[in-house]
């Protein structure tokens, strides 16, 4: 089983849909947890931090479930601007630093 | 001000060349890695440092070398390239604390062996 795993994708939505992602990682002692973003040919850049208790930043929403080592983002009032590849992130401890394993990604592709 | 540098942006090169990519942070981040991302888009760790002491390497091949002149700079060495080692590198540096272990990238290295 892979480290972290997300929806293959591609997600092909029309402007102001919701659209809704899912992550999974297999390592329990991971602590902390993140969504980046990734236009194409540029590098990736954090959208958002996860917390357990969830967290909201505009039309975005992050849920952590640690009981099922689960995370998500949901999207509301799909933009244009919003196309790109989403990029589940899971940090866990590893000796003095920190182990940062990306998942493979999802594409997001906001339709007019 | 970039918080992380990394030049060239692209490298053509023959196969079975050396080459290096240079990896620079303004950020005071203690902890700097390299990834590699293929044409299949999946963003591999290959090296992080901390304190000039690398604590991740990856099956990565002895080809490739990371040095690290001093906190700031993460600088990536790869001998006898291949076809394979075709592929966007990322620099990315993050600082080893509980509240912020946000990792910063730079704009990537697209490296092309002929």
């Known amino acids: 089983r892979k480290e972290v795993e997300q929806d293959p994708g591609p997600f092909n939505v029309p402007e102001g849909a919701t659209v809704a992602f899912n992550c999974t990682y297999s390592n329990s002692a991971s602590q902390s947890f993140f969504w980046y973003r990734q236009d194409c040919r540029k590098e990736p850049k954090l959208l958002m931090s996860?917390?357990?208790s969830g967290n909201e930043d505009g039309r975005f929403t992050a849920q952590l479930n640690r009981a099922s080592q689960y995370i998500s983002l949901l999207i509301r009032d799909s933009k244009l601007s919003d196309s790109a590849t989403y990029l589940c992130v899971v940090n866990t401890p590893y000796n003095y630093g920190q182990n940062f394993v990306f998942g493979p990604g999802t594409r997001l592709s906001v339709l007019p | 001000d970039t918080a992380v540098s990394q030049t060239p942006k692209y490298l053509v090169t023959q196969m079975g060349n050396d080459k290096s990519i240079k990896c620079e942070q303004n950020?005071?981040?203690?902890?700097m890695y390299w990834y590699k991302q293929d044409s299949k888009k999946f963003l591999k760790i290959m090296f992080s440092?901390?304190?000039?002491?690398?604590?991740i390497n990856e099956t990565v091949p002895n080809r490739f070398s990371p040095k690290s002149p001093d906190k700031a700079h993460l600088n990536l060495h790869i001998n006898s390239l291949e076809l394979g080692d075709s592929a966007v590198y990322f620099c990315?540096?993050?600082?080893?604390?509980?509240?912020?272990?946000?990792?910063?990238f730079g704009p990537g290295t697209r490296l092309t062996v002929l």
């Open positions: 996860v917390y357990s």
């Open positions: 440092y901390n304190n000039k002491e690398l604590i």
């Open positions: 950020l005071g981040h203690d902890t």
């Open positions: 990315a540096s993050s600082q080893v604390s509980q509240n912020t272990d946000t990792q910063y």
